[in-house]
């Protein structure tokens, strides 16, 4: 699971570091970017806990699955962004996305892991966090200085939620459960 959350959390996190260079790049405005950045917000957090509604009627990995799917069609969407319009539909999408996907990794991270090893697992979590966003901004600047453009570059971070996917796919949440269980029994916490 924690591997599965830092390949496509490092997607996510290149697309909030990179948006407004990409917005800049293709002639935004100043308020415009400003006016994105500050939308993603206000519509994180409502969106959360739809995403949260949405995981006790179909399960957190499902829910996953659907915020992932949102991230790949903003990655291709934003290859052919051309307008403060099209920013802002995409800004939409980010939030909803965004706020879902940090909720629910966060969640269900916590239901695999003992709770007696919450904190350390929980730190190992964080920092691991920290360093998603390494590869996906690597990866753009690449992207964009070997073919002049940020647009390939945003199309190539499909690559992060589709890894993400299918590592997230190998991850057996009752078994993880069921393990974490059992190490609080053995530690006498059941």
Not at 9 to 28: C, P, Q, V, W
Not at 62 to 68: D, H, Q, T
Not at 108 to 119: E, N
Request: include cysteine; proline fraction near 3%.
């Amino acid at each position: 699971m924690l591997l599965a959350y830092l390949v496509y959390n490092d997607g996510a996190n290149t697309i909030i570091r990179m948006g407004t260079m990409y917005g800049t790049e293709i002639g935004l405005a100043p308020g415009a970017l400003l006016g994105a950045v500050l939308l993603i917000q206000w519509i994180g957090v409502p969106c959360a806990v739809l995403f949260g509604m949405l995981a006790g009627r179909i399960g957190a990995k499902r829910a996953l699955f659907a915020g992932l799917a949102v991230y790949v069609v903003i990655a291709q969407l934003g290859y052919f962004m051309e307008t403060a319009r099209d920013f802002v539909a995409l800004s939409i999408l980010v939030g909803m996305a965004m706020g879902g996907l940090q909720a629910l990794s966060r969640s269900l991270f916590a239901t695999l892991i003992p709770r007696h090893k919450s904190a350390e697992l929980f730190g190992f979590y964080a920092i691991g966090d920290k360093f998603a966003g390494i590869a996906g901004p690597g990866l753009f600047a690449a992207a964009a200085g070997g073919m002049g453009s940020s647009r390939p570059a945003i199309l190539g971070l499909v690559v992060f939620f589709v890894a993400g996917a299918l590592l997230l796919a190998r991850v057996d949440v009752e078994a993880g459960r069921a393990a974490a269980r059992d190490a609080e029994a053995a530690a006498g916490l059941r």
